[in-house]
């Protein structure tokens, strides 16, 4: 079974088990021994829950085209009834999910066995996997690094092999940032494309969306197919495709016109290995006969920021509060993270006009990024998912008020702008570092492409002409758990 977890995607798992070639029992089984070893060496999981997941192999799993196949979802705002949910937060320690979130319920109709739950930082709210509760997350290319944040858990599993494709979110680069540090595809989908319910229909304002991080992009395709639509209570979703975005792999997208934006809204430049991945993208793209153009959209990075910081803090603010009424009591300085703390108290003082000054902004940037697209006639966007190398551990973390702030600025800058403006964006791992001393094998770089709302089936035609071209699933990191 180690080698159909070694050479099969997702899909591919769910083909053996549709075929009879092997049971979902034994899929488990190795994949809770892989998760064993994984947390042993990286720590990527929150909660192990195999008594769940033989509960419901009980039940039947139908004909979803996942059915059988093993699954893990992040420790925030993703609910599965029975299981432990924490937030990555020792104010939520303890805490069980007493009934399936809407994205969760459509991932089991799909057949997804669900066994446990990956790291995040507290409350998603930084670039790096790491928090009081369940300490640092390693990246599987170089453990004295970040897997990213704050889906950092997810992708150092995948990319350590405990499995293929796992959930996600992406507040601010989430999705994008982890899969870039650890050498795998992520899109993050346009808002409104995926549930946040029951309870909600959009996080931190809309900011905030689900999806995946993945080996292959077909599976990232075959995951949003079966999640995506409208769930009750929405107040706008994203536009229908045309085609199931699973079929957009079959072809190569027509010949795009591509602005390569160099330079992040908040002044930030890449560095020397960023900008070799940019020029070698750059050159892929013209050898397959896209255009590439060197500019980019003028936005105001200071107002964004500024804009993201009240919006988020304000949520975050109102999260604690809503957990102090859950637990019949306030929640205390020590439950909770240096910088969590400081932004929780800037939320409960930002002025109303302030919200709604952010929401502006936001829209302004919407309305500026297409009219950019419009003026110059181009399909999309291509940035450095990551201006630098993954970044050391502790750097970034929430703990770390002090090198924090100015480290998760300059990191992945690009990234925010999609989730401010609501713009769907992938990252694509078709670039690694040179060998460094602690990363024997290199370390990798996102190459992110975004493109107008609602626009997914474009960005995954891309996607699979990349793949076919410059494939990266046969690199495997020094850390891998076969």
Not at 79 to 87: F, R, V
Not at 89 to 95: D, E, F, Q
Not at 148 to 159: D, F, L, M, R
Request: proline residues 8%.
């Amino acid at each position: 079974m180690d080698e159909e977890f070694k050479d099969y995607d997702a899909l591919g798992l769910a083909h053996l088990v549709r075929t009879k070639q092997v049971k979902p029992s034994e899929l488990l089984d190795v994949a809770l021994g892989r998760a064993e070893g994984g947390q042993e060496q990286i720590n990527c999981f929150s909660a192990l829950f195999p008594e769940l997941a033989h509960e419901q192999l009980e039940q039947p799993l139908g004909d979803g085209p996942f059915a059988g196949v093993p699954f893990a979802t992040k420790d925030l705002a993703v609910d599965i009834k029975g299981a432990p949910i924490t937030q990555g937060s020792v104010a939520w320690k303890g805490h069980v999910a007493s009934e399936d979130s809407t994205l969760a319920a459509r991932y089991r109709k799909a057949g997804l066995v669900f066994f446990g739950a990956t790291t995040t930082p507290e409350f998603g709210l930084t670039l790096t996997t790491e928090s009081t509760l369940h300490g640092q997350t390693r990246n599987p290319w170089d453990t004295t690094r970040t897997s990213g944040g704050s889906s950092g858990g997810a992708a150092a599993a995948v990319a350590s092999g405990v499995l293929p494709l796992a959930q996600a979110s992406d507040g601010g680069g989430s999705i994008r940032i982890p899969a870039a540090c650890c050498g795998l595809f992520g899109l993050k989908p346009s808002r409104g494309r995926t549930p946040m319910g029951p309870g909600r229909t959009e996080g931190w304002n809309g900011l905030s969306t689900v999806h995946a991080v993945s080996r292959s992009v077909r599976d990232s395709a075959a995951l949003l197919d079966v999640s995506h639509g409208p769930e009750v209570g929405s107040r706008y979703h994203a536009p229908p495709p045309s085609r199931p975005f699973l079929t957009e792999l079959d072809h190569d997208p027509k010949p795009l016109k591509i602005a390569l934006w160099r330079t992040a809204p908040n002044g930030t430049q890449p560095d020397a290995d960023a900008e070799a991945g940019l020029k070698f993208t750059a050159e892929l793209l013209e050898r397959l006969g896209h255009t590439i153009v060197e500019v980019g959209p003028q936005m105001d990075g200071a107002a964004l920021g500024k804009a993201a910081l009240f919006t988020i803090s304000a949520n975050i603010a109102a999260m604690i509060d809503d957990r102090a009424k859950m637990l019949g009591r306030d929640i205390r300085e020590d439950e909770l993270e240096p910088v969590t703390f400081q932004m929780a108290n800037l939320g409960r003082t930002v002025p109303m006009v302030e919200l709604a000054h952010a929401n502006n902004i936001f829209q302004t940037a919407a309305i500026a990024y297409e009219h950019f697209l419009d003026a110059g006639g181009f399909d999309m966007t291509l940035s450095p998912t990551l201006m630098r190398a993954p970044e050391k551990l502790g750097v970034m973390a929430l703990t770390e008020p002090d090198t924090m702030g100015e480290a998760v600025q300059s990191f992945a800058p690009h990234c925010a702008v999609f989730n401010q403006m609501g713009a769907p964006a992938m990252s694509v791992p078709l670039h690694w570092t040179g060998p460094t001393p602690t990363a024997p094998s290199g370390l990798p770089l996102g190459m992110m492409f975004g493109s107008r709302y609602g626009t997914e089936s474009l960005l995954f035609a891309l996607a699979g002409q990349l793949e076919r071209s410059a494939p990266w699933a046969h690199r495997k990191p020094p850390v891998w758990v076969a």
